[in-house]
């Protein structure tokens, strides 16, 4: 399958708690973006990444959230110190940005419960 | 107001009822995507489209850059199109999707 994967797909943990997730976008593909998606509504921009660089960051990524992508490849998010309004759907999007394209595909999401 | 909005947010149809899903915005956009999300999370891409038409099978994406409007229509609908369509824009300028609510559609047998 050479689709975006994201792990873990289910995450329960307790408020408070710290949280690690993956992302590995298609492998030619240079942006890799990341979305939250709380429940009935549309996913909304967290952050993205051109090759290793975080070029934009939303002010919904308050400082208990941190994004890397350490060698342009795969991606990872942390969430510090859960709350419940952290539950959420985070999904993780690959493009490449060349002269005629910058369709994002998305990967499955993972499914975070903070309880 | 948000910068993309999406109506009907519920549908609900008879299979091979014609079915058209509209999204309005109100920023310059580099494209407008729309996207099809399954239960479970997972979304696919169906068009990305800057001006006129566009169409894949039983499906038809206009937009108006004019009017700022675009629609999704769905001919002869199946209970296997139900899902939740979201319509999302590139922002001019800016490298981010911007989404709309979606539209959850249920098409019955």
């Known amino acids: 399958d050479t689709g975006v994967s994201q792990d873990p797909r289910h995450k329960i943990t307790k408020r408070g708690q710290n949280v690690t997730f993956r992302c590995d976008p298609i492998?030619?593909?240079?942006?890799l973006y990341w979305y939250r998606q709380t429940l009935g509504q549309g996913p909304e921009f967290l952050t993205y990444?051109?090759?290793?660089?975080?070029?934009?960051k939303s002010r919904l990524l308050s400082d208990r959230f941190s994004a890397e992508r350490p060698k342009g490849s795969f991606s990872t998010l942390e969430i510090q110190r859960t709350e419940q309004g952290d539950s959420a759907m985070y999904l993780c999007?690959?493009?490449?940005?060349?002269?005629?394209?910058?369709?994002?595909?998305f990967g499955p999401g993972t499914r975070l419960t903070v309880t | 107001k948000n910068e993309v909005e999406q109506s009907p947010q519920n549908l609900t149809a008879q299979e091979g009822e014609f079915i058209t899903i509209n999204c309005s915005y109100s920023?310059?956009?580099?494209?407008l995507h729309w996207l099809q999300q399954h239960p479970g999370g997972g979304i696919v891409s169906l068009f990305m489209?800057?001006?006129g038409k566009k169409k894949h099978g039983r499906l038809i994406a206009t937009i108006n850059i004019q009017e700022k409007h675009s629609s999704l229509h769905i001919t002869a609908s199946h209970p296997r199109d139900s899902a939740v369509y979201i319509c999302?824009?590139?922002?001019?300028?800016?490298?981010?999707?911007?989404f709309g609510q979606g539209t959850r559609l249920t098409i019955n047998p």
């Open positions: 990444f051109q090759n290793e660089a975080q070029l934009e």
């Open positions: 492998s030619e593909h240079n942006r």
């Open positions: 489209l800057s001006s």
């Open positions: 999007a690959s493009s490449y940005q060349g002269p005629y394209s910058y369709e994002q595909y």
């Open positions: 920023v310059g956009i580099s494209a």
């Open positions: 999302a824009v590139g922002v001019q300028g800016a490298q981010k999707l911007v």
